[in-house]
């Protein structure tokens, strides 16, 4: 009788095992499917983003802006009365500022030097571009010779643009120093001396849309990501992609 209720004690506690073992099996498996849903829901996401503001970019600088300029033209041919020139000169001005900020937000969706020239110049111009406007040091140095693949260029772009938008928002720094070199994989690495945070709580909250944004762009390029802050204690990024 002893021996019975042992053997049936032992298939029970194997079959609970067995059901256990399936319903964690089970679960990591939804977990991993669910995250990987995820990251290919935001890939695809990034990929149409970038279509769309490439084609926006195309649009204001193919018709909006030279539609606006031929405007302005009209207006320089047209022979006013002197009473109304200061009125005319004001329009005129209306327009300059027009096509200004068309090229900046054209510029802001899809920088031409980074066709053009490349990613380390178009970082170059962008960063002359913040800091003619905004107090914060950036000291950006790449290595010679760099080597990095062209299908990359536009999410390593995103991922700077990113960093620094970041850090004007958030960090109130006054520092931010960048690098890329390689190492022989291409590393990129991001400093600031600002107020920093605490990395789970910020991935818990809307704030942490720009680092999965930052993280997916780096799965996309095969490149790792690490992060690195704290309150009050700035906030450091390495990224590595192997060329």
Do not use: W
């Not at 002197?82 to 096509?99: P, R």
């Not at 690098?179 to 022989?184: A, M, V």
Request: aromatic content about 6%; charged content about 25%; glycine content about 6%.
């Amino acid at each position: 009788m002893t021996d019975k209720i042992l053997f049936t004690t032992t298939i029970v506690s194997l079959l609970l095992a067995v059901i256990i073992l399936f319903f964690i099996v089970s679960v990591i498996r939804y977990n991993r499917q669910y995250i990987r849903l995820q990251r290919e829901r935001i890939r695809a996401e990034i990929i149409m983003q970038e279509q769309e503001r490439k084609r926006i970019a195309n649009d204001l600088h193919d018709s909006l802006g030279p539609l606006l300029s031929t405007v302005k033209i009209y207006m320089n041919s047209i022979g006013v009365r002197d009473e109304d020139k200061q009125l005319m000169d004001k329009a005129s001005g209306y327009v300059d500022e027009t096509i200004r900020g068309l090229r900046e937000i054209s510029y802001n969706l899809l920088p031409n030097s980074l066709d053009r020239n490349g990613l380390i110049k178009a970082l170059k111009e962008y960063i002359h571009r913040i800091t003619t406007k905004h107090v914060l040091k950036i000291n950006f140095t790449a290595a010679e010779n760099l080597s990095i693949p062209k299908e990359s260029e536009i999410h390593l772009f995103r991922i700077m643009q990113e960093i620094i938008q970041n850090t004007l928002k958030h960090a109130q720094a006054k520092t931010l120093h960048l690098y890329i070199g390689h190492e022989p994989e291409l590393i990129i690495i991001s400093e600031d001396d600002g107020l920093g945070f605490d990395l789970e709580e910020t991935r818990n909250t809307s704030g942490g849309l720009g680092l999965k944004s930052m993280e997916s762009r780096c799965e996309m390029v095969n490149a790792s990501f690490q992060i690195v802050s704290g309150k009050e204690k700035g906030c450091k990024i390495i990224i590595k992609l192997p060329v």
